[in-house]
């Protein structure tokens, strides 16, 4: 099953220069992937209060062609691949304008149980079985990020608030892509063109926390991490660009 939209950018979804880029992708993406299992009756606006379970996305990866105005419509598409894991499952997006792709991607996700702390199974929701769909995305697999800090710097900290958070309590995944375009200012930004970027969470934060940012630039591939107790990664990212 594809699930399709089409949407006008709005300028709260443009960067500073005036123009849709990685942030706003990534919450088209996210949007995206929630109505997806909204659609089917197994998204987040009922699993909690039905089973006292939650998606958790665990891992993003956005390829970027071009940036868009507020001109014209975008269209975006969504599938689950096939796939055999009983706990995991992809989500593939392109966006596109004119028929050029603008964006395309994938975000992993997996299911939480929140009175139990743990992971569960698909089968624990009743998830369908027969929703795959045969369907190339050109994008490559997840790769290994990097989860020490040698050789990164710090840049600065974040304390988690009150709109950081989302349904679950903790902070949304969204918040983090703010966290870390925010270790660069807007020279560098305006210089540097976002080709691809990777996003992996290894653990949650909630309301209150710290988050420590350290970053290490090779030129034109950057790591970065959040850090929490100046120990434990909470996420790790990869931006490639030009």
Known sequence: MIFEKTYLPQFRDADRDGYVGLRGY?????????????????????????????????K?????????GFTGELNMETWIPAEKSPAVIHQNLFISQNGEVCARGCVESCLYHLAKKRLVRLKEIGFPDDIAENK????????????????????????????????????????????????FDSQFMEAFQIEEFELHFLDQCFEGEDLHVYKKDLGGKIFLAAVHDDQVPCAAADIRGK
Do not use: C
């Open 26 to 58: 990534m919450n088209y993406f996210q949007d995206m992937a929630t109505h997806y299992m909204h659609n089917i009756q197994k998204g987040n606006d009922t699993l909690p209060e039905e089973y006292g379970i939650v998606w958790m996305y665990t």
């Open 60 to 68: 993003y990866k956005m390829h970027i062609s071009r940036k868009v």
């Open 136 to 183: 190339e995305s050109g994008i490559p697999g997840f790769q290994k990020l990097p989860v020490d800090l040698e050789g990164m710097e710090y840049v600065y900290t974040h304390q988690v608030r009150y709109t950081d958070l989302d349904k679950t309590g903790h902070m949304t995944n969204l918040k983090y892509v703010d966290l870390f375009l925010n270790a």
